[in-house]
């Protein structure tokens, strides 16, 4: 295989494993004893595999998940927030205050999990494996716990899960078979201590720092640090 070749298979099997299989990290909460993040894969596959390993010593044969048999697959669903501001509809003296008056809202993406039956003892896996999912996610959730969600357009952190809830498309046939999981951002100021506000209301406030009414929020874009220390932004 050329070296074309081999750099394309490992893309495609980095997407896959990225953005298909485990695009959610789990941060603080119960990854704190595991190192202090965890792909949620190790909590949807731990059943299945155990399963597999079960079905496969009773027939003879090793039965191991690969990339292509997942129990699950996640996509990222369309209305995912990348820049989300309120433009305050009042009349202003000039552009440049109506500018200054922009407030961020907190940003939101919405993940889609499939999980059709698939192996031997399909049911009893879906059955076990959700139940410790909600388990988990709940447990991570109350102990403070947050979210890494990686898409192909954007990787959100600081992420908190505000809902899962069954969107399975054929309930009668299919009943449990996707899930849809709400995650959102809430605002903080950046770099969790100083707030930022926009150019002339520094001016207007003498320089000092913002009470947290006027504008820019830490948004969790892993790049706004970096790009404020070389003062891009």
């Known amino acids: 295989m050329s070296i074309g070749g081999i750099l394309n ?52 044969r090793l039965n191991l998940p690969d990339l292509d048999n997942m129990w699950c697959t996640w996509n990222q669903l369309s209305g995912s927030t990348l820049v989300d501001n309120d433009v305050a509809t009042y009349p202003f003296a000039n552009q440049t205050l109506a500018a200054n008056a922009v407030v961020n809202r907190p940003l939101a993406v919405s993940m889609q999990m499939r999980c059709p039956p698939n192996g031997p003892g399909a049911m009893v896996t879906k059955l076990a494996t959700l139940q410790a999912l909600s388990a988990v996610l709940n447990k991570h959730v109350t102990m403070g716990g ?43 100021q950046a770099d969790e201590a100083v707030q930022k506000q926009g150019t002339l209301m520094k001016k207007l406030s003498g320089g000092m720092p913002g009470l947290g009414g006027w504008g820019s929020t830490g948004s969790g874009n892993l790049l706004e640090g970096p790009l404020s220390g070389l003062g891009v932004i």
């Open 9 to 60: 298979s490992v893309g495609r099997t980095v997407l896959k494993l990225g953005y298909e299989i485990s695009p959610i990290l789990l941060t603080g909460g119960v990854a704190e004893k595991l190192g202090g993040t965890v792909p949620i894969l190790l909590y949807t596959e731990a059943v299945a595999t155990v399963n597999g390993l079960i079905a496969g010593g009773l027939s003879g």
């Open 146 to 188: 947050e979210f890494v969600v990686i898409t192909p357009g954007q990787i959100y952190t600081n992420m908190l899960l505000s809902r899962m809830v069954d969107t399975s498309p054929s309930p009668e046939t299919q009943p449990s078979s996707q899930f849809q999981l709400d995650f959102t951002r809430p605002l903080t």
